[in-house]
């Protein structure tokens, strides 16, 4: 019998999209053309939203402690298994611990399967990093350009990430909103820049929101084909929906679901489709909570009702279009509930309910490079990286570790 022959490109490719991304960083070391196909673009893309490349929870679970004068936060990334049973605590798989860091803020994701964390920042000293858990890949983003009037003082920020689809760049945008300080009127400003992957670099924008909203942080990531969304409320107390544009790098707004002014809201997806839950502030977090989507620009329906039987709590997230994730405030557990059934499944985390400590993640594994061109390609792994980047507490009189000098060339 004759050598083995090769078997058809169609049947390679077809191969290659049903496996994870694990398998796929050792396989680009099998020959030149694997390497060359699993990098494309077009590879990245497929896989993505190949059907075996199934959506799962990841959680971010941080606890904060403290040490004399030093606060300790100790933050947990893990991910759940494809299919959680009804009733039975799912097995987690630790992605990325960071038990002794100072400075971690938050986290916001994900785009493509990337995410970006933040460190606490003070001043001007702001600085994100994106990260792919998937590929092991981080990169720290340099500081953003605020010119800053010294007599503001910081209020609240927002920000986003998204991907532009013309040029096929990741960015993210930042929103800050400044106070006068007592005396000067007490008047907001607000300022806004966007980072652009492609060019390693920040600009700065001109937002077109009027001075008196306040933008809410979803969910979980609102982008959807080109454009973040942020709920938002004025003085009149009315929901709008503010957005960014990732192409046209243009703020926008629109009409939000006609719910009474009283209501909680929030925003997140369910599918591919922008959704807000709304609730009644009036029976504090135990209440019956609506699910709306939006069908086109400005235009809302109710999809589901919910009335969970459960204990005081606050929603974290949406799970496979109608279940829910429910942080309960008296056991400061993170449960599933499904609406359908009333079943309520422990997802196996202690959650610290005296910060905003919880984010719950519709995460898919992706393949998307966030490094490009002519970049170093660093060999450390996400790990490594993401320690340097965070300021860890030392143990027993050890001398602190920063990286205020940390280079960001990179």
């Keep these: 019998m004759d050598g083995c022959r090769p078997l058809p490109e169609d049947i390679v490719l077809d191969i290659l999209l049903r496996l994870p991304v694990e398998s796929l960083s050792r396989f680009k070391c099998v020959c030149k053309h694997w390497y060359a196909l699993i990098k494309s673009p077009s590879f990245i893309e497929k896989h993505f939203h190949h059907k075996n490349n199934r959506s799962r929870l990841l959680v971010g679970n941080m606890k904060v402690s403290r040490e004399g004068l030093t606060i300790v936060r100790s933050v947990v990334f893990s991910l759940l298994p494809e299919k959680i049973v009804p009733g039975v605590t799912p097995e987690q798989k630790i992605l990325l611990q960071l038990p002794r860091v100072s400075d971690f803020q938050c986290v916001a994701g994900p785009v493509d399967g990337l995410f970006v964390v933040q460190k606490k920042f003070y001043g001007d000293d702001a600085r994100f990093g ?161 699910l709306w989507i939006m069908e086109q620009e400005g235009s809302w329906s109710k999809v589901l009702t919910v009335q969970p039987s459960i204990d005081a709590h606050w929603p974290r997230n949406i799970w496979e279009n109608d279940k829910m994730l429910f942080e309960i405030n008296g056991t400061s557990q993170l449960v599933l509930y499904d609406p359908t059934t009333s079943q309520v499944t422990d997802l196996g985390f202690e959650l610290d309910l005296s910060i905003a400590g919880c984010w719950a993640f519709n995460y898919k594994e992706s393949l998307a490079p966030i490094k490009r061109g002519n970049e170093t390609q660093h060999q450390d792994n996400a790990v490594e990286q993401i320690e340097q980047f965070f300021n860890t507490v030392p143990i027993d009189g050890e001398p602190l570790l920063t990286v205020d000098d940390a280079d960001y060339s990179d």
């Excluded at 800053?148 to 929103?175: A, M």
């Excluded at 591919?272 to 502030?281: C, E, N, R």
């Design 130 to 290: 994106m990260w792919n858990p998937a590929t092991r890949e981080f990169r720290s983003l340099p500081p953003a350009p605020f010119e800053i009037e010294d007599y503001l003082s910081d209020h609240d920020h927002q920000f986003g990430l998204g991907f532009d689809l013309l040029t096929q760049d990741y960015k993210v945008v930042w929103i800050r909103v400044f106070w006068d300080e007592p005396g000067q009127g007490l008047y907001p400003h607000v300022y806004a820049c966007v980072y652009s992957s492609c060019n390693n670099s920040w600009k700065n924008l001109s937002p077109a929101f009027p001075s008196n909203c306040t933008l809410n942080a979803p969910l979980d990531a609102t982008y959807l084909n080109g454009v973040y969304y942020w709920l938002s409320r004025g003085l009149d107390e009315i929901y709008r929906i503010r957005s960014f544009d990732m192409g046209s790098e243009c703020f926008g707004e629109m009409q939000g679901p006609d719910i009474p002014s009283e209501d909680w809201g929030a925003l997140t997806l369910r599918g591919d489709s922008l959704a807000m839950l709304t609730g009644d502030p009036g029976k504090p977090m135990v209440s019956i909570y609506d």
